[in-house]
């Protein structure tokens, strides 16, 4: 097994290139529906053919893998993700199962290791009794240690009586007496909890990459912001883009800018290049902690309508500002509230520099899961693309799911994958790890199984969606990146897989295995219960993960 980093092949004799070739397997192409195999030189696709032509290319100077019928296809893009965020979640307390305040408090008391206890993924709502610990319990479970605990949707935590001492929560908005924190409080918590030695970063860092690299994913935008974490994280994060042996970073920085002068000022400050003002600058919260500014009250809190962090005024300048510089900006909005301020916001920085300004830079929203047809038709007006995740769906549109509990009825219309594609609303794909995991097949039954089947996709949407449309929302300059045709960059991952067929969204219509009348690429079949198994990620060439098995 290679090593992270090492280029795939063997040396070409007399050219200093890399050349591998795979064969015997399915490539997923539009160069041709029937390949079997592809040849890499360097950090390029050479070729994609047939079984039969790879006999009569193969020679000694290649590495040859075989496939044994795995398939090989794009490598995964993750829209969303925050990098330290998630090593924390795989290195920390995973509290994802705990169902009780009971089952907490053991998971904190038999915490190892010294200092603050970290944990991320409790879900209050679904546990039978959701009242959460006190502050003096959680400080009696931890002993002398300070204790950070985040709820699933990492808009809100639970804290120890210690870290509200030593953070100066006293007084912030968002913190109420209780071990749970919000807004203010809870950013400042967060912040506190995060002051870790360089070293510690990027060990949580390195973790968090080399989970995405052995799930298939070539690319994380990573979506930084000042309430999560200082530029220090940000240019670590951008820094393993040096070494080439990681999924590459797309880093954006979530700070509000208020003219032209002030966003150059931003982006000369943070010491490494972003590719936008971007990502989690809220303008609202999330709905699992009743943050997410919504029209109508919540409908298990009433008089409660969550909470707008931006005035229209404020965004439309940042809009403004960074259409001017053709730069890319973009916010996190999720409640309906929240998505009109930001529509409107469109509307004043479009009077103020022009449409086509607008339209040209690109701009992103992010997770935009309350939208009906009139919001949609603005965002295709001002080419907006949506980043959105699907696992959101997958873990709370059931009946009776989250959504449900919060919103009632207008659950039903949530995250409407369906609809901003046929609207012409260009849509990417993520987790928002750790809120989700890193599992991009899971990510693509999502769509496919939608809990509203009026918004339910194919499995070849979500795929583009999650592979090619990634690049496109970051506006890389290459337009074959997420493509395996000839001229592309060799980024791609393996996958062991059951079987391959041809799948839709609507239930009416049968899908199929390989009938050559339709000319579609195969994908893995989703409905199996489990997810294909990743067996070698490769990005611009060089491996960033093997299996064991791949070349047995």
Not at 9 to 18: D, N, T
Not at 307 to 330: F, I, N, P, R
Not at 383 to 396: L, M, R
Not at 416 to 423: I, L, M, R, V
């Amino acid at each position: 097994m290679n090593q992270p980093g090492t280029p795939v092949g063997q040396q070409h004799q007399g050219s200093g290139r890399k050349v591998t070739m795979y064969r015997n397997g399915s490539i997923y192409t539009a160069a041709d529906p029937f390949a079997t195999a592809m040849v890499v030189d360097g950090d390029t696709v050479a070729w994609v053919g047939s079984e039969q032509a790879a006999t009569s290319i193969a020679d000694s100077s290649m590495e040859i893998i075989d496939l044994h019928g795995a398939l090989l296809a794009p490598g995964f893009v993750d829209s969303h993700t925050h990098l330290t965020e998630t090593g924390l979640a795989l290195g920390g307390l995973q509290l994802g199962t705990v169902r009780s305040a009971t089952e907490l408090l053991d998971a904190v008391a038999a915490a190892g290791g010294s200092g603050t206890i970290l944990g991320h993924g409790w879900d209050e709502t679904t546990w039978n009794d959701p009242t959460l610990p006190s502050l003096e319990e959680l400080q009696r479970a931890a002993g002398d240690r300070q204790v950070y605990l985040s709820r699933v949707d990492v808009h809100s935590a639970l804290v120890s009586a210690s870290l509200v001492a030593a953070a100066g929560l006293d007084g912030l908005d968002g913190y109420a007496g209780t071990a749970r924190v919000v807004r203010a409080a809870h950013t400042a918590a967060r912040l506190h909890a995060r002051r870790f030695p360089e070293a510690e970063r990027r060990t949580y860092q390195e973790l968090a990459l080399k989970e995405a690299a052995s799930n298939g994913y070539v690319a994380l935008a990573e979506m930084s912001a000042p309430h999560i974490c200082g530029p220090e994280d940000l240019r670590m994060a951008a820094s393993w883009n040096e070494h080439g042996d990681y999924p590459e970073i797309l880093p954006y920085w979530g700070e509000l800018a208020s003219s032209e002068e002030h966003a150059q000022e931003i982006l000369g400050g943070l010491g490494t290049p972003v590719l936008g003002l971007a990502g989690d600058l809220n303008m609202d919260g999330s709905i699992g902690s009743r943050t997410a500014a919504l029209l109508e009250d919540y409908s298990d809190t009433p008089g409660q309508r969550g909470s707008l962090y931006l005035s229209v005024d404020e965004a439309a300048k940042h809009l403004a500002a960074t259409s001017t510089l053709g730069l890319q900006a973009g916010f996190h909005v999720i409640g309906d509230a929240g998505l009109a301020a930001v529509l409107d916001a469109l509307d004043s920085a479009a009077a103020d520099v022009g449409e086509q300004r607008i339209r040209a830079a690109g701009h992103r929203l992010e997770h935009v899961e309350m939208a009906d047809q009139s919001a949609i038709d603005r965002l295709a007006k001002y080419s907006v693309t949506v980043s959105v995740q699907p696992g959101f769906d997958a873990a709370w549109g059931a009946p009776g799911g989250l959504y449900e509990q919060r919103l009632g009825n207008r659950s039903r219309s949530m995250n409407p994958f369906a609809s901003f594609y046929s609207s012409g609303v260009p849509i990417a794909f993520g987790s928002d790890s750790p809120v989700t995991a890193l599992r991009p097949w899971s990510s693509v039954r999502a769509c496919l199984e939608h809990s509203n089947p009026d918004q339910r996709i194919s499995a070849r949407a979500a795929f583009l969606g999650h592979t090619r449309a990634g690049w496109r929302a970051a506006k890389h300059r290459n337009p074959l990146m997420g493509q395996l045709v000839p001229g592309a960059p060799a980024s791609f991952a393996v996958w062991e897989v059951d079987e391959l067929m041809v799948q839709v969204a609507d239930s009416r219509v049968q899908s199929w295995s390989t009938d050559p009348r339709a000319r579609t690429p195969l994908l893995p079949a989703l409905d199996t219960g489990s997810d294909p198994r990743c067996l070698q990620t490769v990005h611009q060439g060089r491996e960033l993960f093997a299996h064991e098995s791949l070349r047995v």
